[in-house]
């Protein structure tokens, strides 16, 4: 496994922190539910021990729906002591606008270096609400503030560039897959905002697939979920693509990832709750999802312990495997 980085400097700007594989874990619950720090965190411990460059605790995968804002807490700050200070740590935020200045404060206080700021709960905003929604969130934290775009959070180009002149916001992560759209954002962040160093992500689920499409737009970012049950493939994947190993990138597509992006569609949750099954069958026991997800049929983890199995003999067959 890939040694995790080192501590980074005092002073140094979480933008520049957030090159590789960003790291998004499960949150572990208990055989009554309950929330299971001890697996959490053993669970966290392995993805920065195999060579996450951040992590983003309770975020979409961590099921940040379902946690109190106690346990919200007591994770964030979990995750910031087994980080200890090797990589960022970014929390989740979300619902309206007082609830997410909340959670970013609890964040804070915990420890985060930064925040992914997901949609607002169930409403469908214009753009001078979507603007006013996250200004007012970068502006009641100190943390640097990465915006969700996906589902009812889709911006205009002029938005985004608005966005990216607000002090403490530092970046967009795309969950939406309009790479038209994206090309425009981008324009228009680089046309209107020049000065500011604007990060980019590409959020969609099993976002691999659609690496090399982002890459071209210049998107090097992405949040894996893989690598919470199979850093050994995401990590191949990974050094392949931004090396230009296209052999193994195209391998790994046709005989993993694409798969793996079928079986997900096959389940309303699956983009979690398949991830959760992952962990649980690598590493420890995270315990099932919380309602209204539910677990996938039995039949579907039988086919994703095969794809697992398949991918890692991938991995394991790609140039600079086990570096």
């Excluded at 720090?37 to 992590?55: E, M």
């Excluded at 804070?108 to 270096?113: K, L, Q, S």
């Excluded at 597509?253 to 398949?274: H, I, K, M, T, W």
Aim: glycine share 12%; charged share 15%.
């Amino acid at each position: 496994m890939t040694a995790p980085p080192p501590p980074a400097a005092a002073g140094t700007r979480l933008a520049d922190r957030l090159d590789g594989l960003l790291f998004f874990p499960v949150t572990a619950f208990g055989p009554d539910g309950a929330l299971d720090l001890t697996a959490f965190r053993a669970h966290v411990r392995s993805g920065i021990d195999a060579g996450a460059a951040a992590v983003f605790a309770c975020c979409g995968t961590g099921e940040f729906h379902a946690l109190t804002p106690e346990e919200f807490a007591a994770c964030v700050a979990a995750t910031v002591e087994e980080a200890a200070g090797r990589i960022p740590v970014i929390a989740g935020t979300g619902y309206g606008t007082a609830l997410a200045v909340h959670f970013a404060h609890l964040a804070h206080r915990a420890g985060a270096d930064g925040l992914l700021a997901m949609p607002p709960y169930l409403v469908v905003p214009g753009q001078d609400g979507l603007l006013r929604h996250y200004t007012a969130l970068a502006a009641a934290t100190p943390l640097p503030v990465v915006v969700y775009q996906r589902d009812n959070a889709v911006f205009a180009p002029s938005t985004v560039a608005a966005l990216a002149r607000t002090p403490g916001i530092i970046g967009l992560k795309d969950g939406l897959g309009d790479l038209e759209l994206l090309q425009r954002i981008i324009s228009a962040v680089r046309t209107e905002a020049p000065d500011e160093d604007f990060l980019y992500f590409n959020g969609l689920p099993t976002a691999e697939l659609t690496g090399p499409a982002y890459l071209g737009l210049g998107v090097r970012r992405y949040s894996s979920a893989v690598f919470a049950f199979a850093p050994e493939i995401a990590l191949a994947f990974h050094r392949a693509l931004t090396t230009g190993d296209h052999d193994t990138v195209r391998r790994l597509l046709d005989g993993f990832y694409r798969p793996l992006v079928e079986l997900r569609n096959q389940g309303r949750g699956y983009a979690v709750s398949l991830v959760k099954a992952g962990v649980r069958m690598r590493g420890p026991d995270v315990g099932a999802v919380r309602p209204p997800l539910g677990e996938p049929a039995p039949a579907h983890l039988k086919q994703l312990a095969g794809l697992i199995d398949h991918g890692l003999a991938l991995a394991a067959a790609a140039p600079g495997a086990g570096a």
